[in-house]
């Protein structure tokens, strides 16, 4: 069926350096890509989107790449904080569906 | 109100018995949805409502769970009897409307514990 998968759960980086979280899926149809912050405790927040007719979009310290051949999402954190730690998650959507289809998670982790 | 907003934020309650969860969107959001995340999972999608119609109510787990929409706006999910492995947090989210490319914007969660 259709599925949005994560390649890492965890992800350390140290503090002042760039992080880079993938996400993979399987649905060809997808033509809409958000990611979400999660902290704990927290509701997922939203924190850049793309659509298919695009290969880069960036946002405030942060950039997500689509691949549509691999089909691959990746989001880029530039000068990672300690407030950058938390539960990334992917999601996608098609142009006939409302439906966000999410994917597991990786948890970033921030060294200082 | 500014975000999406639920209540309670918490609640346990004991094996069997019913509860009401609340969500007030975005004002102005016509769509609104309910997600489940079990704990370390991903968002499990529950159902949608635009305006008042829940079109899709596919990921509802068991006829235990249900779910109203009044006046366009406020939301409740309700459970049944509840059981242990309804255990989860509930999330509420609105967008401006249904289409695709619509952001999507989530509530801090109803953490919901049976015991």
């Known amino acids: 069926g259709e599925s949005v998968g994560l390649h890492l759960p965890t992800l350390s980086v140290q503090e002042g350096d760039n992080s880079i979280i993938n996400c993979a899926y399987s649905n060809s149809a997808s033509d809409y890509f958000i990611w979400y912050k999660q902290e704990s405790g927290k509701g997922p927040q939203f924190i850049i989107d793309i659509r298919s007719n695009m290969d880069k979009r960036q946002g405030q310290r942060v950039t997500v790449l689509l691949n549509k051949t691999v089909k691959h999402l990746s989001l880029q954190i530039a000068a990672t904080q300690p407030g950058d730690s938390a539960v990334y998650f992917c999601?996608?959507?098609?142009?006939?569906?409302?439906?966000?289809?999410f994917g597991s998670g990786t948890r970033l982790l921030v060294r200082p | 109100g500014a975000g999406v907003s639920q209540s309670p934020s918490n609640k346990v309650t004991e094996k069997g018995k019913d509860v009401e969860l609340r969500c007030d969107p975005i004002?102005?959001?016509?769509?609104l949805y309910w997600y489940r995340q079990s704990l370390g999972q991903g968002l499990e999608f529950l159902i949608y409502f635009q305006g008042n119609s829940a079109p899709d109510k596919s990921g509802l787990p068991s006829d235990r769970f249900s779910a109203e929409r009044t006046g366009g706006s406020v939301s409740t999910l309700t459970i049944q009897r509840t059981q242990q492995e309804d255990s989860a947090v509930y999330l509420c989210?609105?967008?401006?409307?249904?289409?695709?490319?619509?952001?999507?914007?989530f509530g801090e969660g109803s953490w919901l514990t049976v015991v």
């Open positions: 004002s102005g959001h016509t769509a």
């Open positions: 999601a996608e959507n098609t142009d006939s569906s409302y439906k966000l289809i």
């Open positions: 989210a609105s967008s401006l409307s249904g289409g695709n490319g619509n952001t999507i914007y």
